[in-house]
T-cell receptor, first 113, second 113 residues
């Protein structure tokens, strides 16, 4: 197993609510990427944080936002939840932004009712 | 935008036979190509990766080949075993950053006893 952890494991929200998901990167890793994996599909890149700054974004609306903290833990925030936001949310950390090998966390399963 | 296509979506092989999964990518600047195995309810696990300066890489029963000219890469699993049953994802780095990757849609591999 990797040293990347995520919380919570599962979460149920209703449409219109807001949610915060958390990720603790592997020790020494200053880069974290977030992915959304809908059922039966591959992970989709949401955005990446490097040294507390957003460093690239996929095709996701602004209601998906994030933070990275000095200890390199991070958060994914989703506002105005929609039914289609139901998915497994994965974070992955790497040693540096230019280092390609990533280590995935176990994910948070979000269900929006 | 960048795109990774993966085929087949499902694959069933007899135990002991070989399995081959193929992917194509669109961004000619991509230089990192990882393969992940994901078991039901678990995180993606990196099983092998290849970089653009190498044409082939092997790790025990798993091998990956890369054809940069044609922009395609393949995963080969020999002497398949029941524990190889899982969903396999190929991925390619986004040209602007080695640590941002685009995933294929996945191949569900089943090993028949």
């Amino acid at each position: 197993e990797t040293g990347v952890t995520q919380s919570p494991t599962h979460l149920i929200k209703t449409r219109g609510q807001q949610v915060t998901l958390r990720c603790s990167s592997q020790s020494g890793h200053n880069t974290v990427s977030w992915y959304q994996q809908a059922l039966g599909q591959g992970p989709q890149f949401i955005f990446q944080y490097y040294r507390e700054e957003e460093n690239g974004r996929g095709n996701f609306p602004p209601r998906f936002s994030g933070l990275q903290f000095p200890n390199y833990s991070s958060e994914l925030n989703v506002n105005a939840l929609e039914l289609d936001d139901s998915a497994l949310y994965l974070c992955a950390s790497s040693v540096e932004e230019w280092v390609d090998t990533q280590y995935f966390g176990p994910g948070t399963r979000l269900t929006v009712l | 935008g960048e795109n990774v296509e993966q085929h087949p979506s499902t694959l069933s092989v007899q135990e002991g036979d070989s399995a081959v999964i193929k992917c194509t990518y669109s961004d000619s600047a991509s230089n990192y190509f990882p393969w992940y195995k994901q078991e039901l309810g678990k995180r993606p696990q990196l099983i092998i990766d290849i970089r653009s300066n190498v044409g082939e890489k092997k790790d025990q029963r798993i091998a990956v080949t890369l054809n940069k000219t044609a922009k395609h890469f393949s995963l080969h699993i020999t002497e398949t075993q029941p524990e190889d049953s899982a969903v396999y994802f190929c991925a390619a780095s986004i040209s602007s950053s080695a640590s941002k990757i685009i995933f294929g849609s996945g191949t569900r591999l089943s090993i028949r006893p």
